[in-house]
Nanobody
Framework: QLTLAASGGGLVQPRGSLTLSCETS???????IGWFRQAPGREREGVSC????????YYANPVKGRFAMSRDNAKTTVTLQMNDLKPEDTAVYYCASNAQLYCSGHISPGDFVLWGQGTQVTVSP
């Protein structure tokens, strides 16, 4: 079974950058992988997703132009480059996958079935 492990969170100042990584099993195709976040007192929300078959990515409106999702050539690590971070980006970030999914503009946590542990991102002066 595919396994996921997210890492790279930390404390960063506003307008700073941070890179999150999601390590996946090396031998199983993952359909689609998504990044999600959950701030205290708020529902989990989709941030971005990437499709295994063609590498296409999609982003939620709040992060468009600031975040970029990519994968390495071996397709075992998916990264989320976060630039121009804002305090409202503070949350626990998760990566998740669904082997049967081709993701598109609506990135819903309910569409993803396999979840890694979260990594905390705090944006504060």
């Amino acid at each position: 079974q595919l396994t996921l492990a997210a890492s790279g969170g930390g404390l960063v100042q506003p307008r700073g950058s941070l890179t999150l990584s999601c390590e996946t099993s090396s031998h199983i195709r993952y359909g689609a992988i998504g990044w999600f976040r959950q701030a205290p007192g708020r529902e989990r929300e989709g941030v971005s997703c990437l499709n295994d078959v063609d590498g296409k990515t999609y982003y939620a409106n709040p992060v468009k132009g600031r975040f970029a999702m990519s994968r390495d050539n071996a397709k075992t690590t998916v990264t989320l480059q976060m630039n121009d971070l804002k305090p409202e980006d503070t949350a626990v970030y998760y990566c998740a996958s669904n082997a049967q999914l081709y993701c598109s503009g609506h990135i819903s946590p309910g569409d993803f079935v396999l979840w890694g542990q979260g990594t905390q991102v705090t944006v504060s002066p």
